[in-house]
């Protein structure tokens, strides 16, 4: 082709296309910055507008400095109008969510979109229900405001004590301002259960026979001169003076033993004329509440049939998979679980007794610590530190509380990430499960996952999702077994798969209580006999189900998930899938409800392929 006056070269013609798409790509590239920059700014603006709600959250993530330092000196309102004002703030931002084009915002953006509207929706359901706690973001959702392991008579002197920090007179101040809003926490509470009282909502009577006897020794601690709280801020301030020892004595004193007097009297009221009926089924608008339940801990819409049945087949294909272990040493007569109880009962994996035990454990939980940490660069591209505190669960709390719980700490890492043991009795661990307990609470589980969390925007970092959270850390006990935790250790690959297997008889558990109707002692006995698992654990176990409803559904389900997501990478992608690279996109992907996980994958796979 010949160029004249009236004819352009291939060349020429591209060139002028490539400036005049330049051209239009400035706009174009401005009007998307500027799109996302409002929609960042708006998240942001709902964050800080929930932690006015729950300024508790502001100083486990150490963001309550600065220009919200006076979050620190706040608590949250527990009343039933502290509740309404939480839901309309809920409203008003998902109105605003719902006004944004997300047409052209950044994966990230719109991820942070989906979950605030999955998030937020759930929880205004749960609000327009007729009683109950709400967790918004979060896994504690409860049809009693107070119970053995709900209520601000646990949450309060727990934060004040591990983590609300105290480095200066100003934060000692903000302390002393918390516990002065303890007492009117502590009755907002006691009406709103009061009034679920009046709608027929009473607890089982064996819930409120472990709360009865928490609070008692609560306020027995209280009552002497002010009992662990006076002790915590003496050890806070110790270098600074001790007026704030005096008015934490004299507001624990006035205030707040009275105050935990009046809780523990509505308590008696109730116990007064409560039944043994365990589930939800059994309660005015019961089963309304369980389904609402069972929708946020797995962010599907199963039914609890559905639920129930899938249980039962994930609890069939793990017992086939410790068949042939436990075969190879020995524990050939019986069912899994008889062959397992009979594991528990040998002393050669058991630990000591009294305070020589808990020593050991606390040993053997290092251990186990150090060498995972080793291990995560085998299964990241970016290795987070794993900011780890070991803590035993408040003497008070350990009677009603599970075997152990983790999570993690600050954004900015001042506060660490705890995994807190329950040592009531040595009895409660064994050597070949204390590993699996490890990998799913600390590293690489909540705490780990936690850390890629905090390293999101803030409205990522505060909202959670039951499903994920709990089906991630029993994918960090899978990853352990994968990066060879049990390779020379058959005791322990059992122990790890008898995990997996409980979480899907709390599948079977939760909705036969709730749904069901199963009684306290059918539960206790599906778990000892199908699975071998101990009954001072077990018995534990069930009582948490029957105060959080749905909550044990979601971590099989997420887990199941999470490996399904992985499959479909693998197959998907073939030589150039790496493990490191699946992970990564998990966990940089947050906290999310598990259709939009699966949206996340697919735009992993998108990208390794492009």
């Known amino acids: 082709m010949i160029d004249t006056p009236f004819t352009l070269s291939r060349r020429s013609a591209l060139s002028l296309l490539l400036a005049g798409t330049a051209t239009l790509a400035a706009p174009v590239r401005a009007l998307a910055a500027s799109q996302e920059g409002g929609a960042a700014a708006l998240l942001d603006k709902i964050a800080w507008d929930m932690l006015q709600h729950v300024p508790e959250s502001a100083t486990g993530l150490g963001v309550d400095v600065g220009e919200h330092a006076a979050l620190r000196a706040r608590l949250e309102d527990r009343s039933r109008s502290g509740r309404e004002a939480y839901a309309a703030t809920l409203r008003q931002a998902l109105a605003s969510v719902d006004a944004v084009d997300a047409t052209g915002l950044d994966h990230s953006t719109r991820t942070s979109l989906a979950v605030v509207k999955s998030a937020f929706g759930t929880a205004l359901e749960g609000f327009a229900l007729p009683y109950g706690d709400v967790a918004v973001g979060g896994w504690r959702n409860t049809p009693y405001v107070v119970i053995q392991n709900v209520g601000a008579y646990i949450d309060t002197p727990r934060l004040l004590d591990a983590e609300h920090p105290v480095r200066n007179p100003g934060d000692a101040d903000a302390w002393i301002s918390r516990l002065s809003q303890f007492a009117p926490q502590l009755e907002g509470e006691r009406t709103r259960v009061e009034e679920a009282a009046a709608k027929g909502l009473v607890p089982p009577d064996f819930l409120l026979d472990r709360a009865i006897a928490q609070m008692t020794s609560t306020i027995a601690d209280a009552r002497n001169e002010g009992g662990s709280l006076v002790t915590s801020i003496t050890g806070k301030t110790k270098e600074m003076g001790s007026r704030w020892a005096a008015d934490a004595k004299r507001i624990v004193a006035g205030d707040v033993v009275p105050a935990l007097e009046r809780q523990l009297a509505e308590l008696q009221r109730e116990r007064s004329m409560a039944r043994s009926d365990p589930g939800m089924r059994e309660r005015p608008h019961g089963s309304e509440f369980y389904a609402w339940a069972l929708r946020a801990s797995t962010t599907t819409t199963l039914s609890a049939d559905e639920v129930h049945q899938r249980g039962l087949q994930e609890l069939a294909d793990l017992h086939a998979r410790m068949e042939p272990i436990l075969r190879s040493l020995g524990y050939t007569q019986g069912s899994v679980g008889e062959r397992m109880a009979a594991l528990g009962d040998d002393k050669r994996f058991m630990f000591a007794e009294g305070d020589p035990g808990r020593a050991e454990i606390f040993a053997f939980i290092q251990k186990r610590v150090d060498w995972i940490r080793q291990q995560m660069p085998r299964a990241f591209r970016q290795v987070v530190p794993g900011n780890l505190e070991v803590r035993r669960l408040p003497l008070s709390e350990e009677p009603g509380a599970p075997t152990a719980y983790g999570g993690a700490g600050s954004k900015d890492g001042s506060i660490p990430g705890k995994m807190w043991i329950n040592l009531r009795s040595t009895s409660l661990h064994r050597t070949y499960d204390l590993p699996t307990l490890v990998h799913h609470e600390a590293i690489p589980g909540h705490v780990w996952q936690g850390e890629y969390a905090n390293r999101l925007p803030l409205i990522r970092s505060l909202l959670a999702f039951n499903a994920y959270s709990e089906g991630w850390a029993l994918y960090g006990e899978q990853l352990a077994d994968e990066l060879g935790a049990y390779d020379d250790d058959p005791v322990g ?118």
């Open 493 to 610: 690959r059992l122990g790890y798969l008898q995990s997996l297997a409980f979480r899907a008889c709390r599948m079977v558990v939760d909705t036969g209580l709730h749904a069901k109707g199963w009684t306290r002692e059918q539960a206790v006995r599906f778990f000892m006999e199908k699975n071998g698992n101990k009954q001072e654990e077990v018995v534990n176990e069930v009582d948490r189900y029957c105060s959080w409803p749905g909550q044990a559904c979601g971590y099989k389900m997420g887990h199941s998930q999470i490996v399904a997501q992985r499959t479909r990478a693998m197959q998907a992608l073939g030589k150039s899938y790496d493990l490191r690279d699946y992970n990564q996109a998990v966990v940089d992907g947050g906290n999310v409800p598990l259709d939009v996980l699966a949206r996340n994958v697919s735009e992993y796979i998108a990208a390794r392929k492009a």
